[in-house]
């Protein structure tokens, strides 16, 4: 399907083909008819991504923030191609459209194939022939209402939600500063709420349109008789300015200040300085309120993609019912968009609409002839036996995030075995970046890809919630497999690919799965195993990772959580270097709050060998001090191993230090997987200790909840590792209060 997109680097917008989204749970597929262009809030994004790097930091000085920290914790080339692979994508543009519902999910049961609706939200509405978007981003469209029409709806919804939270009623007066396309949505809400309506802007063009769309009082900004005009119109002063204007300057604000009423109330909708004097709100005792786009429930990732709806009776205008009130005063006539809807552009001259749009037009609209055919699912392969790869290994990659494309993208590109065959993502465009950047040969969408005979290995590098579904539908198609970790994020998800994996392996289709457990593949983790290599008792390791605050609401919380999608790492680590099957878990942590979900916890691992694993992993500290931090000590020997760029081995009395860039083992780990692959070899981690550490976060999870000590059955890990266990050492039986079945749980 044909879409637009951007360059963030240079700002550029071009049409592209790109894959065609795939309908998932929770939302519908639509064939877009026309979407619209917004003079101000996308040409403002434009703007910035047109600006030299250095002209980004400066407009964005909290980015650069982050990156500083980022090289702080993990190195100046992490940060470097951690920058590069973010600034080097296409990204979508358009937040408002509508068109025809050509499929819904499950769980979606208001909309059918046929309806007309129009959507809402970056990232969703596009300026696209076809778009995935969630049920609560779309609405219905009244039979007295054209699709071209309702295009604006969600530009039509932000007007709305300004306009209610400025709390006017019947008769009082309201300055709108900004006559562009939001300014004069407003004016008409306004007008047909019953308000008295003041518009002001800095184009003389924009003020007479301002005019004709409804204003009873028009004034150009520098007219020195401004305020004086005003107050004679409104006769006390103005009851509440709505700022819909896109300066960086504080001007729109001060303007407001001088021409509000006493108590009279700023609402900042527009991209404006909100560098107001004291002295001019002081003195009025004005308030001053920001307009969160379409309403409540925009930028809630549980509203709008999990489809979780607020109840009436505490909400009653959210973002969606935003929409379809304005969809109500199209249809009543209230409000007019046809002065709007003159500018029309096809598609393939969407690069042309945004150029346009500085001379001066309020919107522009673009319109599709007939969606491109979507292409159609394939049936599944029948498995086959996994070949053994004499030559290149051809990769189809799912997934293009930033860890992706600045970690394993290069990585796979620097092995002369490798062929990028393939990349797919959710939306298409960060595909299209991929096969741009790292030269892939074809872009697919993520069912065409699994299913593709021209791919060898999937790499599954999506949200932490999909990796099970891909990792047992690559497997069904007898593809080797590579997912980051983790495996899967709950045990009905991994003992469904412990079956699957079973049945293939009775079948002898030997299947390959491989997860990306990095740092066991470290050099300094190897230096460690060599250093403690013939050990003859138990090994006490000691791990405090300063993981850092994530947000409460970041999608890592609802997709699995920070124990199974990244203390796993840890888990496995010390399996790594001990070399035992986990005997038994206790967990402790602090309590869950505003700011915390279960990530500052406290983890005690014992070992079928007599071992001891504490792992700490923290929220709640600094970024200041390095991220991760392990101790070993066994029989008089101590390794000391500092953020993976430092090493200390201590034994007789002496210390050996070691000192490297920093490596977690990426590299390698990718390395050993694509041999294994080529050979016909095992994966380089065998599947049965993929899921021993994979259960075992599941089991802290349960730990942390009900304070028990769970125990491993022995004959169950036993059956899980593929060999009997030896007997615990008396010194570190104990009695436990639970215990659990590893191969079955």
């Known amino acids: 399907m044909r879409a637009l997109l951007t360059d963030r680097k240079s700002g550029e917008v071009s049409t592209y083909d790109i894959p065609a989204p795939e309908l998932r749970p929770g939302g519908l597929l639509v064939r877009t008819e026309y979407s619209a262009i917004s003079a101000g809030t996308e040409r403002s994004t434009l703007a910035l991504s047109s600006k030299s790097l250095l002209a980004k930091a400066k407009a964005r000085p909290d980015l650069v923030k982050q990156v500083l920290e980022y090289a702080r914790q993990n190195g100046l080339k992490a940060a470097y191609d951690k920058v590069h692979a973010k600034l080097d994508t296409l990204t979508t543009l358009g937040y408002s459209c509508a068109g025809e519902v ?8 208001e909309f059918c194939p046929g309806d007309r609706v129009a959507c809402g939200g970056g990232s969703y509405a596009n300026h696209a022939e076809i778009n995935f978007v969630p049920r609560n981003l779309a609405v219905h469209i009244p039979l007295q209402v054209s699709t071209l029409a309702a295009s604006v709806t969600t530009i039509g919804a932000i007007a709305l939600q300004g306009f209610r939270q400025a709390n006017l009623h019947i008769g ?50 520098n007219d020195p008789a401004l305020v004086s005009n005003i107050k004679e119109f409104s006769r006390y002063g103005v009851d509440a300015a709505i700022l819909t204007a896109a300066t960086p300057s504080s001007e729109p604000a001060e303007m407001a200040a001088r021409i509000l009423r006493d108590r009279g109330r700023i609402i900042v909708v527009g991209d404006v300085g909100m560098g107001v004097s004291r002295s001019n709100m002081y003195a009025k005792e004005l308030s001053l309120a920001l307009s969160r786009s379409y309403g409540p429930g925009r930028y809630d990732p549980q509203y709008e993609e999990g489809g979780i709806d607020y109840p009436i009776g505490y909400i009653r205008w959210t973002e969606r019912r935003n929409m379809e009130a304005f969809l109500d005063l199209l249809a009543t006539g209230q409000i007019d968009v046809t002065p709007l809807l003159k500018h029309r552009y096809a598609i393939d001259q969407g690069a042309r609409a945004y150029a346009d749009l500085k001379n001066g037009l309020h919107t522009a609209i673009l319109e599709y002839s007939g969606a491109s055919t979507m292409s159609k699912k394939k049936v599944a392969a029948v498995v086959v036996g996994r070949p053994h790869f004499e030559g290149e290994v051809r990769v189809g990659c799912v997934g293009a995030g930033s860890f992706a494309a600045s970690v394993i993208f290069p990585n796979l590109k620097s092995i002369k075995s490798v062929r990028l065959q393939s990349v797919s993502t959710i939306s298409g465009a960060s595909a299209v970046s991929a096969q741009r950047a790292f030269k892939f040969e074809t872009v697919q969408q993520p069912s065409e890809l699994l299913d593709d005979p021209n791919v060898d290995s999937a790499f599954i590098l999506t949200r932490h919630d999909t990796h099970a579904s891909l990792v047992a539908q690559a497997m069904r198609a007898g593809k080797s497999v590579f997912v980051e970790k983790p495996l899967a994020v709950d045990s009905e998800e991994l003992a469904q690919l412990q079956e699957l994996y079973a049945a293939q392996k009775c079948a002898g289709h030997g299947p390959f799965v491989m997860v990306g457990f990095n740092r066991r593949f470290a050099p300094f983790t190897e230096k460690i195993r060599q250093f403690f290599a013939g050990r003859r008792e138990p090994m006490l390791i000691h791990a405090r990772v300063n993981a850092g605050y994530i947000p409460h609401d970041h999608w890592i919380h609802t997709a699995g959580g920070r124990i199974v999608g990244e203390f796993c790492h840890f888990v496995d680590w010390a399996i790594s270097v001990i070399g035992s099957p986990i005997y038994s878990v206790a967990a402790t942590g602090l309590p869950d709050g505003t700011q915390y979900r279960s990530d500052n916890i406290a983890v005690t691992l014992k070992f079928a060998d007599g071992s001891v694993a504490n792992l700490l992993y923290l929220a709640n500290g600094d970024r200041s001090v390095p991220k991760e931090f392990f101790e070993v000590f066994c029989q008089g020997m101590i390794a000391r191993l500092h953020d993976f760029r430092t090493l200390e081995l201590a034994r007789n009395g002496g210390v050996q230090k070691f000192k490297s860039a920093q490596d977690k083992g990426h590299r390698r780990e990718l390395q050993l997987t694509i041999d294994a692959i080529r050979s016909g070899k095992p994966s380089p981690i065998p599947f049965e200790e993929l899921v021993e550490v994979t259960q075992t976060t599941f089991l802290v999870q349960r730990a942390l909840a009900t304070g028990e000590v769970i125990r491993l059955a022995q004959d169950a890990v036993a059956a899980v590792r593929g060999a009997p266990l030896p007997e615990m050492p008396d010194t570190v039986k104990g009695d436990f209060a639970a215990t659990v079945d590893l191969a079955g749980a």
Do not use: K, N, Y
Not at 102 to 109: L, R
């Open 102 to 109: 050509i499929s819904v999910g499950d769980g979606v049961h």
């Open 172 to 221: 009082e007066t309201v300055a709108v500063i900004g006559a562009g396309l939001v300014g004069v949505l407003t004016i008409q809400i306004a007008r047909a709420a019953g308000c008295r309506v003041v518009a002001i802007d800095l184009s003389p063009r924009r003020v007479e349109c301002a005019a004709e769309f409804g204003a009873h009082v028009a004034i150009v900004a």
